[in-house]
């Protein structure tokens, strides 16, 4: 490990370590946002390790995040927490790879369109499901587990996605996906095995993204398809990550605090305007900073080093 | 110069796009260390041999073999782990990858795996090997034409394939970059690869190829050494109104 | 019986919205999400006319059309050419173009809800039934279903009789040979988009004369123009047809045999056998 990765690490160890001293303050409030800001810097960062490198739009996360919800729902009165939490991860992971061996061999355009629809399509099956094989629409969802809990379990999560997206940037498949970013045709006559590269990759963001579901479900006391699948999830996690910026592992998280009290404050105020704000941002994230707010620093400071000299 | 062994077969190779009949029935083999060159008017099916070849095209019928087994039909990548590595007609580079990933970016995964500090190392002789390690940790929009080439070449290199192919990679350089090309051709033939060119420059095809094959609208027309094939009427013909070098 | 005809009504009605996406896409090259919305836009104007005016919703195409037409060809100039500039290759502008149409059907819902609410609309227009082979249909229906396929057929001699429906199709095909044999791509692009918005507004208005909308459930109906699209082959006018009617059918079947709140899935399953056996969908040409 060099210097400057040892440097990066204690930073990210005493981040850690101050964020997870929120609980302590005692306040409600803060500790509510701060679940809300954890829960969206895991699953941006989680989909800027696999959308990012390939700039595959995975519109996906809002069905991983609810096939996650429901199995907590679905099981929590008979099954442990723990292996609910298990079969949540291996479920998204699953479903990725399904997803992925139909799409992921094609062109992005494919995935995109695919994942669009693919919560709204799992919802619709899971309330068909629920109403055909018995068994009510809302489930309850009742533990010990408080706000606190799930603020740490969140944390804990974001923690290990950081390891993994570093372990990653490291690795073979790292490379192997930025290579496919750049040119898939060069990355396949350099033998690489794009297909299984994307797919690998895919599965660990979905598994995430379904563990998240999963952490969350005790949040709500009552569970319906409806509360479990948002529509707008995917979205906002897209523009949390792209915002912030995703050729760096911490990209996201620069997107999600704004964004995430921007949108506090639109549910507080003018809650009927929250996809309009939505569509704004995609506005200006194409047209002011498709490089993210970190890109554009980092675009800016290069330029400024340069000049400077 | 060529030994016996032979690295690369094939027979019958056809491609047909539609009602359109790209390469029709073309047999011939490369043996070990030898240079065979792949020639032919426009149009007349050479690139689309090569990607038929490197896997970027699915033979229509025929067969392609390396080393005695089958390669046609496999993917790209599993084409290139069997040892098999080109370079494109319009370069192809990884723009967001300095210029020494690039060239692990063909040891990595190919022919002969490397990685880590193994990779880089083998990274920078390629590098060194085509004349550009001083270039090593320069951007890659940085570099002119021929070095552009050079790092292509390098990455093909790079996973110590059984066979190059090498698409046009003499077009479009000037006088002096096309001498410099030549002579980094002739060495990797005093090496002893084993190369397929597909070109249309006649003086590198002369002093370079041991072999010619000579295709004309998809079919094979005349096979064998240089002089005997640019001497052959039949050639002559189908390359008349085409200016030679 | 009657989920024949039904199907077919709702395919060609279908078809008519999706030709406007393969229009769209397959000529302009920009894959267009806002499409559902553009839908949802034209369903309100016939709403409109009709509850203020009572002027049937067949006659509101004569202006809905022309204004869609201008619409989409501001949006084509104003929001989408600075993407096509700066981007480097088809894929950089793909994720361009979906970004942005995301951002302006977003923004398009919620002015819509902002201003007139989330509420569903529906109206009654040629409500009644009408007999054939047995069954009763919606005289709306039937009525849609034939303005679909005049329009349909409109468009298909446009295509192949007329010199700029020719150039549309030489883009369509390989834009940058159309552009050597002296096709100005560029504008033939921006007729193809103001073209597909137009048709896919006036699709909106003859669906909605017998289906119930409300502002946000454009991406349903951009979710089932793009299945089509691909399906059919992307740029291929009659795949749009063939594959709408496909569509229209397996709805229309899931919906009367199994359970109405399936058809998404239906059309999903479709979607993926497409994905699995043919991406280049019926008609295309198969990518090397």
Same mark, same amino acid.
């Given at each position: 490990?060099?210097?400057?990765?040892?440097?990066?690490?204690?930073?990210?160890?005493?981040?850690?370590?101050?964020?997870?001293?929120?609980?302590?303050?005692?306040?409600?409030?803060?500790?509510?946002?701060?679940?809300?800001?954890?829960?969206?810097?895991?699953?941006?960062?989680?989909?800027?390790?696999?959308?990012?490198?390939?700039?595959?739009?995975?519109?996906?996360?809002?069905?991983?995040?609810?096939?996650?919800?429901?199995?907590?729902?679905?099981?929590?009165?008979?099954?442990?927490?723990?292996?609910?939490?298990?079969?949540?991860?291996?479920?998204?992971?699953?479903?990725?790879?399904?997803?992925?061996?139909?799409?992921?061999?094609?062109?992005?355009?494919?995935?995109?369109?695919?994942?669009?629809?693919?919560?709204?399509?799992?919802?619709?099956?899971?309330?068909?499901?629920?109403?055909?094989?018995?068994?009510? =629409?809302?489930?309850?969802?009742?533990?010990?587990?408080?706000?606190?809990?799930?603020?740490?379990?969140?944390?804990?999560?974001?923690?290990?996605?950081?390891?993994?997206?570093?372990?990653?940037? =490291?690795?073979?498949?790292?490379?192997?996906?930025?290579?496919?970013?750049?040119?898939?045709?060069?990355?396949?006559?350099?033998?690489?095995?794009?297909?299984?590269?994307?797919?690998?990759?895919?599965?660990?963001?979905?598994?995430?993204?379904?563990?998240?579901?999963?952490?969350?479900?005790? =949040?709500?006391?009552?569970?319906?398809?409806?509360?479990?699948?948002?529509?707008?999830?995917?979205?906002?996690?897209?523009?949390?990550?792209?915002?912030?910026?995703?050729?760096?592992?911490?990209?996201?998280?620069?997107?999600?605090?704004?964004?995430?009290?921007?949108?506090?404050?639109?549910?507080?105020?003018?809650?009927?305007?929250?996809?309009?704000?939505?569509?704004?941002?995609?506005?200006?994230?194409?047209?002011?900073?498709?490089?993210?707010?970190?890109? =554009?620093?980092?675009?800016?400071?290069?330029?400024?080093?340069?000049?400077?000299? | 110069?060529?030994?016996?062994? *032979?690295?690369?077969?094939?027979?019958?190779?056809?491609? %047909?796009?539609?009602?359109?009949?790209?390469?029709?029935?073309?047999?011939?083999?490369?043996?070990?260390?030898?240079?065979?060159?792949?020639?032919?008017?426009?149009?007349?099916?050479?690139?689309?041999?090569?990607?038929? *070849?490197?896997?970027?095209?699915?033979?229509?019928?025929? %067969? *392609?073999?390396?080393?005695?087994?089958?390669?046609?039909?496999?993917?790209? %990548?599993?084409?290139?782990?069997?040892?098999?590595?080109?370079?494109? %007609?319009?370069?192809?580079?990884?723009?967001?990858?300095?210029?020494?990933?690039?060239?692990?970016?063909?040891?990595?995964?190919?022919?002969?795996?490397?990685?880590?500090?193994?990779?880089?190392?083998?990274?920078?002789?390629?590098?060194?090997?085509?004349?550009?390690?001083?270039?090593?940790?320069?951007?890659?929009?940085?570099?002119?034409?021929?070095?552009?080439?050079?790092?292509?070449?390098?990455?093909?290199?790079?996973?110590?394939?059984?066979?190059?192919?090498?698409?046009?990679?003499?077009?479009?350089?000037?006088?002096?970059?096309?001498?410099?090309? *030549?002579?980094?051709?002739?060495?990797?033939?005093?090496?002893?690869?084993?190369?397929?060119?597909?070109?249309?420059?006649?003086?590198?095809?002369?002093?370079?190829?041991?072999?010619?094959?000579?295709?004309?609208?998809?079919?094979?027309?005349?096979?064998?050494?240089?002089?005997?094939?640019?001497?052959?009427?039949?050639?002559?013909?189908?390359?008349?109104?085409?200016?030679?070098? | 019986?009657?989920?024949?005809?039904?199907?077919?009504?709702?395919?060609?009605?279908?078809?008519?919205?999706?030709?406007?996406?393969?229009?769209?896409?397959?000529?302009?090259?920009?894959?267009?999400?806002?499409?559902?919305?553009?839908?949802?836009?034209?369903?309100?104007?016939?709403?409109?006319?009709?509850?203020?005016?009572?002027?049937?919703?067949?006659?509101?195409?004569?202006?809905?059309?022309?204004?869609?037409?201008?619409?989409?060809?501001?949006?084509?100039?104003?929001?989408?050419?600075?993407?096509?500039?700066?981007?480097?290759?088809?894929?950089?502008?793909?994720?361009?173009?979906?970004?942005?149409?995301?951002?302006?059907?977003?923004?398009?819902?919620?002015?819509?809800?902002?201003?007139?609410?989330?509420?569903?609309?529906?109206?009654?227009?040629?409500?009644?039934?009408?007999?054939?082979?047995?069954?009763?249909?919606?005289?709306?229906?039937?009525?849609?279903?034939?303005?679909?396929?005049?329009?349909?057929?409109?468009?298909?001699?446009?295509?192949?009789?007329?010199?700029?429906?020719?150039?549309?199709?030489?883009?369509?095909?390989?834009?940058?040979?159309?552009?050597?044999?002296?096709?100005?791509?560029?504008?033939?692009?921006?007729?193809?988009?103001?073209?597909?918005?137009?048709?896919?507004?006036?699709?909106?208005?003859?669906?909605?004369?017998?289906?119930?909308?409300?502002?946000?459930?454009?991406?349903?109906?951009?979710?089932?123009?793009?299945?089509?699209?691909?399906?059919?082959?992307?740029?291929?006018?009659?795949?749009?047809?063939?594959?709408?009617?496909?569509?229209?059918?397996?709805?229309?079947?899931?919906?009367?045999?199994?359970?109405?709140?399936?058809?998404?899935?239906?059309?999903?399953?479709?979607?993926?056998?497409?994905?699995?056996?043919?991406?280049?969908?019926?008609?295309?040409?198969?990518?090397?």
């Amino acid at each position: 490990m060099t210097s400057r990765e040892a440097r990066t690490l204690v930073i990210a160890v005493i981040l850690f370590g101050l964020a997870a001293l929120l609980p302590l303050s005692g306040n409600g409030y803060f500790i509510s946002i701060g679940v809300t800001i954890a829960m969206y810097v895991v699953l941006s960062t989680s989909w800027a390790l696999f959308s990012g490198p390939t700039h595959y739009i995975s519109l996906a996360t809002a069905a991983f995040y609810g096939l996650g919800t429901m199995i907590v729902a679905t099981g929590i009165e008979t099954v442990p927490y723990v292996v609910l939490l298990v079969i949540s991860a291996i479920a998204g992971a699953v479903m990725a790879a399904l997803v992925g061996l139909a799409t992921l061999r094609l062109s992005g355009v494919y995935f995109v369109i695919f994942t669009l629809g693919l919560a709204e399509m799992i919802r619709q099956l899971v309330s068909w499901l629920q109403n055909n094989l018995g068994g009510s =629409r809302g489930l309850y969802v009742l533990t010990d587990l408080t706000e606190d809990h799930i603020y740490w379990e969140l944390l804990a999560l974001a923690g290990f996605v950081f390891l993994i997206g570093w372990w990653i940037g =490291r690795s073979r498949l790292g490379f192997a996906m930025r290579i496919i970013g750049n040119d898939e045709t060069v990355a396949a006559h350099c033998g690489i095995n794009t297909a299984r590269s994307k797919i690998l990759l895919f599965m660990v963001s979905g598994m995430v993204a379904a563990l998240v579901g999963a952490l969350l479900a005790p =949040r709500w006391t009552y569970i319906e398809p409806n509360i479990a699948f948002s529509p707008l999830l995917s979205f906002e996690v897209v523009i949390m990550a792209l915002l912030g910026g995703t050729k760096r592992l911490w990209g996201p998280l620069v997107g999600v605090i704004p964004f995430t009290i921007l949108l506090e404050l639109i549910e507080a105020n003018y809650p009927s305007q929250t996809i309009l704000v939505l569509g704004i941002a995609f506005l200006l994230i194409v047209y002011l900073v498709p490089q993210g707010v970190v890109g =554009r620093l980092e675009q800016s400071f290069a330029k400024f080093r340069k000049g400077g000299t | 110069m060529a030994s016996d062994k *032979i690295v690369l077969s094939v027979r019958g190779v056809t491609k %047909q796009f539609g009602g359109l009949t790209a390469v029709d029935q073309v047999d011939f083999d490369v043996q070990e260390h030898e240079v065979v060159g792949i020639i032919g008017p426009n149009g007349s099916g050479k690139t689309t041999m090569m990607n038929l *070849i490197s896997g970027a095209l699915k033979l229509t019928a025929g %067969q *392609i073999t390396l080393q005695g087994s089958r390669i046609s039909g496999l993917s790209a %990548q599993d084409i290139n782990r069997r040892g098999v590595s080109r370079t494109f %007609q319009l370069v192809k580079m990884l723009p967001t990858l300095s210029v020494i990933e690039n060239v692990m970016a063909g040891a990595v995964f190919g022919h002969k795996r490397r990685w880590g500090h193994d990779a880089e190392n083998f990274a920078h002789q390629m590098l060194n090997k085509v004349g550009i390690d001083s270039l090593a940790n320069a951007s890659v929009s940085s570099l002119t034409y021929i070095d552009q080439k050079r790092l292509e070449l390098a990455r093909c290199l790079a996973s110590e394939p059984e066979i190059l192919l090498l698409d046009e990679w003499l077009a479009g350089l000037n006088p002096t970059e096309l001498a410099t090309g *030549i002579e980094l051709i002739k060495a990797l033939r005093s090496e002893g690869r084993t190369v397929i060119l597909v070109e249309h420059v006649m003086d590198a095809i002369r002093s370079l190829c041991d072999n010619c094959v000579v295709m004309n609208t998809g079919q094979k027309i005349a096979q064998g050494s240089p002089a005997k094939v640019l001497s052959d009427p039949e050639v002559i013909r189908a390359y008349l109104g085409d200016d030679d070098a | 019986m009657d989920i024949l005809i039904t199907g077919i009504l709702l395919g060609g009605t279908y078809a008519l919205i999706a030709m406007g996406l393969n229009l769209q896409y397959g000529v302009a090259r920009i894959m267009n999400l806002a499409n559902g919305e553009m839908l949802v836009a034209g369903a309100f104007a016939a709403f409109w006319t009709y509850t203020a005016g009572q002027v049937s919703p067949i006659l509101s195409i004569l202006f809905v059309a022309p204004l869609a037409f201008a619409a989409n060809w501001i949006i084509y100039r104003i929001i989408l050419m600075p993407l096509i500039k700066r981007a480097k290759n088809q894929g950089q502008l793909e994720v361009d173009s979906i970004l942005a149409t995301f951002g302006m059907g977003f923004a398009f819902v919620g002015i819509m809800v902002a201003t007139f609410g989330a509420d569903y609309f529906s109206y009654d227009y040629l409500g009644d039934g009408i007999l054939i082979i047995g069954n009763t249909f919606a005289l709306s229906r039937i009525v849609a279903f034939a303005a679909a396929v005049v329009i349909c057929g409109l468009l298909y001699l446009w295509l192949f009789w007329s010199r700029p429906g020719t150039a549309v199709r030489a883009v369509a095909v390989n834009p940058q040979a159309a552009g050597l044999v002296g096709i100005n791509v560029r504008r033939v692009s921006a007729l193809a988009f103001a073209l597909g918005g137009s048709l896919t507004a006036v699709g909106g208005g003859l669906i909605s004369t017998f289906l119930t909308l409300d502002a946000s459930i454009g991406v349903l109906f951009t979710m089932k123009a793009l299945i089509i699209v691909i399906m059919g082959g992307v740029g291929d006018v009659r795949g749009v047809i063939v594959a709408a009617l496909i569509l229209g059918l397996a709805e229309t079947a899931v919906a009367t045999l199994i359970d109405p709140g399936l058809t998404l899935a239906a059309a999903y399953l479709i979607f993926i056998l497409v994905l699995l056996f043919r991406p280049q969908g019926l008609f295309g040409k198969p990518t090397s």
